[in-house]
Each structure stands twice: as structure tokens, then as C-alpha cells.
């Protein structure tokens, strides 16, 4: 298959195999059916549906998007429901569960790679598994053995789709707030009453049920978040054999009409607000996950992952838009030379403009390094779970929350930068639909919203990760990357000259954390966390980048010679934006604090 215009499977094998070694994972128990074959089979396999399937519905989605029929079902387009049983009868739903549930144990760092070619194909139809996956392994880890069977295995098998459903109209991504209510009941479910907002995949027809994963609150439960609880509550209770029955008293108000993200519906839902259950009761019957008042607990064990997973949908859309972009320049014609003065002579392709190169060049380093620092957080998860040793599990765990902030964010605001850049390279014709780089724009908006906005990983980087068990995460990141910087010396040349620029910078991120915190008032120290990220998130990337050259070397080809040009661009204009950021954290400065919002 010639290369993509979706995503670049030769730069997928290199992060994967020259780079992050996954190989090696099939030395563990847990992956020792796999193999080499088995995984570029998978991937290869992963191109090939997400090609003929999922892309051809990324475009319609966008035109003719979900709505409500008349007969209050929603209705999409029928390619996606087809798209979706390729993707099941492949076995792609079940890549990452134990072998004891139906699932093939496929390490996460394979099943991240997998994914990046649906959402790349289409972001849209891809998040229907990618949500259904999530909710499964959440009911499998908190759940119990029941729980488990009746509402993860379908899931597991591609039958069944989830959700979580924690945001409510007053309360956004403020869940102290939330009012959705759960009583308990004689027979030990729950019935819930409440309304939820933002609701991805929160209904449609695509399978034969929908599981939903609420928070709600108990009577008398503590106040704000220690009070919150998680719910099982799915459209149509199971009967006796498992199978979907009656309606819930689950009830679509409506869905959301979004900027971009179309393919997926977005819902407003009502939950006991609809019609009385069986009995005769008012309540959607939920079932409790786990203990009471342990909900948010849960919930973050899904939401973790759906962070990697939107900084990957990130890289997705931005990689897919570099490509595009990248075989526009390479076509296209228009203008001459600087040093060509005969007007009689032919135009050139705009790659060969200066600043055509450098926008691409740009958008290489940002997608190119987003994706590497997917894999490499996917990695990690696979580390904290089937490492030999203890401590190297628990290394890859404390990496891995330091690290969750920013390859949540650092993806989102700069993989949309090179979707912006792609417009950019196609001039007026970026700006129509002649072209689908604008809707890869659009599609990207919403991740640096979703799953806890930029500025709400800001304030986690900086306000909990960081400065956790003393620092310990940042401590260990900091030589995690020293680690790299003594290696980059060794090698000498342009990697020893990036490792001075890469450790000063390191340095400075340790200093202003201090200098942040110094005097212990949160609203000072948090006040530019944004800038904290924002730098943290640059050094991070600029690291990936060092450990990238390190394993291109020397190496002959186009292919290397662009891992060395990435690297220089990224060193030599995105690395010095970093002191800026810094010096701003570093002076504690008010001015968003003392600001009078009258002013405004």
C-alpha cells in the first residue's frame, strides 16, 4: 500500500520498533502470543479498514450530521453502522482485554498505534469504540464478577457502546457541583434522577444497547467531590439472560450541533426524567460501582486513559492535515524563485518557497513529535503493568501521572497549530470545503476542550503532579531526561548542542516550581499555570525530539534527514519560547489576579 495521506506507517514502525523496542513486550507473559508479525499485522490491517471504511465517512459526517428522526431515534448515516462492523468483525474492540473476557491482550502501546489510523480516518466514528472500550475497563476494574459479565463482555464482543457521563448543564467540568441523584432502593440498585450534558455517544442505534456510566450523589453524602458516586445505568435493563429489555428511563433531550467532531453524537440526556421504570416507579435504575462516595476515584481510571487518548485523536487530526498540506506544496504551483527575474519562466511548486517549508517543517515537529510522545506515554502504560520488576512498575507509574497533563494538552494546542498551519499552506483554497483541511481544524477544536480543558491540566501539572510526595514525579522526570542529555553528549555533534539548551531549560522548570510555590498562596502559584504547561510541555517534547535524533544518527535517507531537520527546527525556534514562559511564572505575576472584571 503506498504511503498514506492519513497517517505515515513508515514513522509509526520507526517510534514503534527502532525507537520503543515493542517488541520486546512479547518476552512478558502477559504478551508472549505475540509477535513482530502479529503486530505489523496488526497495523497493517488497522490501515487498511480505517482506509477503505472509516475515511469515506469522515466528509459525509461533517455535511449530513447526526439529528433526531421524527421518531425521536437518532439517525446516521448508514456507512457508519458499516464502518463499525468491519472494525468489530476484525476483533478491534477486544485488543486490549484479558484473554479470560474474550480479549487478545495486545500491549496499550499497540492498541494507541492501532487507533491513531481511525481517528485519523475518521475522528468521528472512531470515538463509538474508543468510549466503549474505556467504560468496559472501568467496569472490569471497579466492577463486580456480575457487573462484569452482563455489561462489559457485550461491550468487549462489539455488541454494546458506553459512556461516562459526568458533566451537567450548571456544572461543566466543575463535578463538585453536579445535583444528579441516586436513592437506593430495597433491592439494592439505585434510582437516579438528573441531567447530563456533553454526553459523547450518548445515544444512537449503532448496537443493541448503550451503557452509561454516571456520577451522582447519595443522600446525605459529604459534600463536593468525596461525596460523589458511580452508577452503572444502561438505556435497556438486561433480562434474565442478559439481554437488552425495557427502556431505562433514560431519555434524549437533544443533541448538540458542534463546531467540528460532528460524526459522534454529543447529547443532552435526562435520567428519571422521562417516564416511570418497571414497577411503576419514577428513576432510571442504576446499579453501584464499587463503594459510595468513591465515583470520581473510579471515574479518573477511565478519564487517564482518555486523556492519552485525546492527545492521540490530536495528533491524529494534526498529522493527517501535515500530510495533506505537505502533497498540496508538493503540487501545487505558484510564484518563482527570488533569484528568477524572467516572468516567461514556469512557477514552481510552493515547497519551494522558504516560508512554505518552514510551515511545514513546523507542523513535522509538532505532529511528529505529539505522536512520539503518545506512544511513549502508551508505553509507560504497558511498563506500569507488566514490568518484571516492581520498581520499574512503579517508575512508569509516577512518569506516567507527571506526564498525563501534558500529553493531554501539549497535542491539543499544537497539533491544532499545525491543522492551522495546513489552511495556511493551501491559501484561499485552505479556507473553503473544497479542501478538508479546514475540517480537520474544526475536528481538533474541541481537544484542548474535552476531558479537562488545557487550563485544567495547568492547573494539575502545577497544582498536584509536580509537587505530589514532594516532587517526586517532577525529580524523576528531571533525571528521566538527564538520562537522555548525558547520552546526547556522548554522541556529540548537533545532539550534544541541543542537550546544553535541553538541560538549561530542565533546570529552569525546577527552579519556577519552587519560586511558584514559595509562598504557598494558591492563587499566586496558580494564576499562570497555563504558561507552566505551556513550558513544561515544550521541554517534554524538545526531550522526545533528543531521544528521536539520538536513534536517527547518521542514518542515510530522506526518511532520517527529516528526523534531523524536526529536531534542529525544534530546538532552534520552539525551545527558546520556553524562558519566556518561565521568567512569567517565575515574577508571580498578578495581573490576572488584581484584575477588576469590570475592566473587562
Request: hydrophobic share 45%; net charge negative; with cysteine.
Amino acid at each position: 500500500m503506498a504511503e498514506s495521506r492519513i497517517m505515515s506507517s513508515r514513522n509509526l514502525d520507526f517510534l514503534l520498533n527502532e525507537w520503543l523496542d515493542v517488541e520486546a513486550l512479547t518476552r512478558r507473559a502477559r504478551y508472549a502470543e505475540h509477535d513482530r508479525e502479529t503486530f505489523d499485522g496488526l497495523l497493517e490491517l488497522s490501515e487498511r479498514i480505517a482506509t477503505d471504511m472509516f475515511a469515506p465517512m469522515a466528509r459525509a459526517l461533517d455535511v449530513d450530521e447526526p439529528h433526531v428522526g421524527e421518531d425521536g431515534k437518532v439517525v446516521l448515516l448508514p456507512g457508519v453502522a458499516d464502518a463499525l462492523a468491519a472494525y468489530n468483525e476484525a476483533g478491534f474492540p477486544s485488543l486490549g482485554f484479558d484473554a479470560e473476557h474474550g480479549g487478545a491482550q495486545v500491549p496499550f502501546t499497540l492498541q494507541q498505534a492501532s487507533s491513531i489510523w481511525f481517528q485519523a480516518a475518521s475522528v468521528g466514528v472512531s470515538a463509538y469504540p474508543s468510549l466503549a472500550k474505556g467504560n468496559a475497563h472501568l467496569i472490569l476494574t471497579h466492577g463486580t464478577a456480575e457487573q462484569a459479565a452482563t455489561y462489559a463482555t457485550p461491550v468487549i464482543e462489539g455488541r454494546w457502546y458506553g459512556t461516562m457521563c459526568l458533566s451537567e448543564p450548571q456544572a461543566g467540568s466543575s463535578l463538585t457541583d453536579i445535583t444528579t441523584r441516586a436513592v437506593r432502593q430495597e433491592d439494592g440498585s439505585y434510582r437516579l434522577t438528573g441531567t447530563k450534558m456533553w454526553i459523547s455517544a450518548g445515544d444512537h442505534e449503532l448496537g443493541e444497547n448503550i451503557v452509561h456510566l454516571v456520577l451522582a450523589k447519595t443522600p446525605g453524602a459529604p459534600a463536593g467531590v468525596k461525596g460523589i458516586s458511580l452508577f452503572i445505568v444502561p438505556k435497556l435493563l438486561p433480562d434474565a439472560d442478559g439481554a437488552p429489555g425495557e427502556r431505562n428511563d433514560v431519555s434524549l433531550v437533544g443533541l448538540n450541533h458542534k463546531m467540528g467532531f460532528r460524526g459522534t453524537t454529543n447529547t443532552l440526556l435526562n435520567f428519571g426524567e422521562g417516564f416511570a421504570t418497571p414497577g411503576g416507579q419514577a428513576g432510571a435504575v442504576g446499579f453501584l460501582v464499587g463503594d459510595e462516595h468513591h465515583g470520581l476515584s473510579y471515574m479518573f481510571h477511565m478519564m487517564n486513559a482518555a486523556r492519552i487518548g485525546v492527545g492521540a485523536g490530536a495528533v491524529a487530526l494534526g498529522y493527517t492535515g501535515y500530510l495533506h498540506a505537505l502533497d498540496y506544496a508538493k503540487t501545487r504551483t505558484q510564484g518563482r524563485a527570488l533569484d528568477d527575474k524572467d516572468p516567461a519562466s514556469p512557477p514552481v511548486a510552493i515547497i519551494e518557497h522558504a516560508d512554505v517549508r518552514r510551515m511545514l517543517l513546523a507542523s513535522k515537529s509538532y505532529v511528529e513529535g505529539g505522536l512520539a510522545l503518545v506512544l511513549y506515554c502508551a508505553r509507560l502504560v504497558d511498563e506500569a503493568a507488566t514490568a518484571p520488576e516492581e520498581a520499574d512498575r512503579d517508575r512508569a507509574r509516577r512518569l506516567l501521572e507527571v506526564l498525563t497533563p501534558v500529553v493531554k494538552a501539549w497535542p491539543s494546542q499544537w497539533c491544532l497549530a499545525a491543522n492551522d498551519l495546513a489552511i495556511q499552506v493551501h491559501g484561499g483554497y485552505g479556507y473553503t470545503r473544497d479542501y478538508p483541511v479546514e475540517q480537520f481544524y474544526r475536528d481538533n477544536r474541541l481537544n484542548p476542550i474535552h476531558e479537562g480543558t488545557n487550563g485544567i491540566q495547568g492547573l494539575d501539572l502545577l497544582g498536584r503532579k509536580v509537587v505530589a510526595d514532594g516532587g517526586a514525579g517532577l525529580a524523576l522526570l528531571a533525571e528521566t531526561i538527564g538520562a537522555t542529555i548525558a547520552r546526547a553528549r556522548t554522541a556529540g555533534g548537533d545532539a550534544a548542542s541541543y542537550a546544553d539548551a535541553l538541560e538549561g531549560a530542565l533546570g529552569r522548570i525546577g527552579e519556577v516550581t519552587a519560586i511558584a510555590w514559595a509562598d504557598r498562596d494558591p492563587a499566586v502559584a496558580l494564576a499562570n499555570a497555563t504558561a507552566y504547561l505551556e513550558a513544561a510541555g515544550h521541554v517534554v517534547v524538545a526531550w522526545i525530539w533528543l531521544e528521536q535524533l539520538l536513534v536517527a544518527g547518521e542514518q542515510d535517507g530522506a526518511f532520517y534527514a527529516g528526523k534531523r531537520a524536526a529536531a534542529r527546527y525544534f530546538f532552534t525556534y520552539e525551545l527558546p519560547t520556553v524562558a519566556p514562559k518561565l521568567d512569567l511564572v517565575a515574577a508571580c505575576d498578578r495581573t490576572t489576579i488584581d484584575l477588576d472584571v469590570d475592566a473587562l
